[in-house]
Each structure stands twice: as structure tokens, then as C-alpha cells.
């Protein structure tokens, strides 16, 4: 099938707008993987700059030992500590609430 002139003239017109289409097209595969890139810096960011709670080590530190090779508590005292002491803990951590707490607000200054 030959190419005829009034064919050519119309592709002719229609050469600026798949230009710019193609351009979009390469824009855009750009365009988002830099907003991808953008997404994930910001949620690194967030990431470092937000507070973690602590981890609970195991055992805790291990006593001391003096030059004779003994704990200053005892070897069966360190050892029955180990346990006792988290439980130790969960009843030391009670949480008392005030319902007046953040209700007023002081407008004065």
C-alpha cells in the first residue's frame, strides 16, 4: 500500500503531539521512581527519628566476681535474682491515671 501525500501531511501535524506523548511517557517512569525514591527516604527518616522502646535484656548484667572468683551476693543469690526480677518489675510498673489530667487549660500565661 503506498503512502499518499494527504497521508503524509496528516502525520506531518500529528508529529509534535507523539512527540510530547513520548516525552511524557519517559518523563514519567522518572517522575516515579524519583517519588518512590522520595516515599522511602521520608519513611527512613521517620524511622531513625522515632522512639523505640528499650529491650529487656535476658539475665540483666552479671555480678561482679572478686579476685577469689565469687560474686559479692553469692552464687545461688545471683542466680535465683535472675528470675525474681522481672516479675519484680511487672509489680513495680502500676499505672495511675488522673480524669483531670489535660481537661483544663491555663489561658493566663
Known sequence: MPIRPI???TMLM???QVGREQAVEKEGAAL???MKGAA???RLDESKESVHRAE???G???PVADSAGKSPQGEEAG???APEGKEGRE???EIIKDPDLGTKIDLTG
Open 32 to 34: 516515579q521512581s524519583a
Open 91 to 93: 509489680a513495680k510498673e
Open 7 to 9: 497521508d503524509l501531511q
Open 40 to 42: 522511602d527516604q521520608k
Open 56 to 58: 529487656d535484656a535476658e
Open 14 to 16: 500529528q508529529l509534535n
Open 79 to 81: 542466680k535465683e535474682a
Open 60 to 62: 540483666g548484667p552479671r
